[in-house]
């Protein structure tokens, strides 16, 4: 450990987001792969380094504290952390803490909808064992992902809980920078962090690069030049998390006044409710989308939303690959499908061999069946990666296969596609293209936004669908929540 423990900043990430409805365990390969490390990530360039940690340690050296710094772990969305592995890496955590005897205040990176085989509220959970060891008086934060499930024992446990505005995540040093504020002016006696939480009875899917979702985060910046108002967040929910306390909430951090924070939390959550039918996703299906496509001048980005692996799903289904394959739209690109033995067959046959490939279509239900088709092998890579916020996310051993005039990504590292060197790593060129499409809910959008003025989402079939009425829940305590009944807190529009 490094530093003076007595007024120290202590760190620790672990961060997951748990889809309740995959098919796949999260266990300790999943962090492992992406380069868990201990008690020196912020030093690591890595996807879980560089990005998150560092900023902790930036923000913290940069006043002088000395900081004591623990895991940093980050694994794929996927289903349930396996119980044992989460305990284990949870305990590192509080075994660090523990040793490092009294520290000044403790920042957590978490995400905020993990969940174990045991625990359905992992959060909740380490909130509260951090709380339990360092007592009532030093101050606890915890930065969140906006799909997160925003619980009681998060609340209760943490002088203040900062969750990410922006929807791609591109605001995670602003964010880290206002929950460092809040924890240091409590420790120094200058602020008094008061919290409260409005239940906004929803369920839904909010990207904040369009409207309505644009606007209100102006909206809730604007909130937080008035007086006495620390911090203002939206929990947008994970949808695929079946959480007991799973949907959208507002959250408001007030100077020492209670009842500021209510009101304005209720305010601003009403604002957003009544937005709520203008935001349930409005999506084509995937011959729409084609024909859509067809009739645009230029590149169109197309994301195959349901089977994102970035929300827990699988990222070997091949229903928009086989579409666009037989659209004759011209040159494409699609990317990334997650099949590690197609992979391999492909580093067997060499690059310039044509061999058939049954890809995809293998973790479950939800993945369909295999589209076996002639491809050819066009180029491999034993390490290839892609760029994300600044750090480099692994995609593994990768081939480059060509379907007709469709060039393929298939990886051995599942992952949603961020940006564009997902593609031109391998050797791609995204010059020639009428249709990119990413395996992606709204991340790509960041990176790809810059080369297209045609965005298509489409409802494709997958792990991830979007029509909340009928989600499956089992242990959500509260199903009178929009859309599933109309107007549930009753406003009258």
Known sequence: ??????????????MTETNSFAPIPTGLASFEEAGMTRRDGSLDQGETGGGFMS???????????????????LAQPSGPTVQPVYERLRDMILDDLRAAGPVGQ???????????????????????????????????????DPHCHLTEKMVANADAIVIMKEYPHTDWDERAAELYAILIGKAEGKVSPASSVFDC???????????????????????????????????????????????????????????????TAERLGRQLYRLRDDLLPNMPDIAQAIDRARALDGLVVMADT?????????????HLLRALVESGLGPCAFGAV?????????????????????????????????????????????????????????LGPSAWVRIGDVDVVITSIRSQIFARDG?????ISLDDKK???????????????????????????GAIQMNFTTMPYRHKRDMHFHPRVPDPLAIGN
């Open 338 to 394: 997650f099949d590690p033995g197609a992979v391999r067959i492909c580093e067997e046959a060499g690059v310039g061999a044509t061999v058939m490939l049954r890809i995809g279509g293998k973790l479950g239900a939800s993945s369909g069946e295999p589209y076996g088709v002639e491809v050819e092998v066009v180029a491999l890579r034993p390490d290839h990666g892609q760029s994300f916020l600044g750090s480099h996310s692994p």
């Open 201 to 263: 009875r929803m369920v839904g899917f909010y990207p904040t690069t369009v409207e309505p979702m644009q606007s209100f985060v102006r909206q809730m910046k604007d909130a937080e030049q008035e007086p006495d108002i620390l911090s203002v967040s939206l929990a947008h929910g994970f949808p695929w998390g079946d959480q007991a306390e799973a949907g959208t909430r507002m959250l408001v951090i007030a100077n020492g006044d209670g009842e500021i924070a209510r009101t």
């Open 1 to 14: 450990m490094n530093g003076s423990s007595q007024a120290a900043v202590f760190i620790a990430l672990l």
């Open 55 to 73: 900023i902790f340690r930036t923000l913290a050296e940069g006043d002088g504290h000395a900081v004591i710094e623990s895991l940093s772990a």
């Open 106 to 144: 403790v920042m957590l990176g978490l995400h905020g909808a993990m969940m174990a085989s045991g625990c359905d509220d992992c959060e909740g959970d380490i909130l509260a064992r951090v709380r339990e060891i360092v007592g009532p008086d030093v101050p606890v934060g915890a930065l969140l």
């Open 435 to 461: 249709v990119v499409a990413v395996k992606s809910s709204e991340h790509f959008r960041a990176d790809f936004g810059p080369i297209t003025k045609h965005v298509i989402s489409v409802a494709t079939p």
């Open 306 to 318: 349901a089977d994102n692996a970035g929300g827990g799903a699988p990222g070997d289904t091949t």
């Open 423 to 427: 593609f031109t790593g391998l050797g």
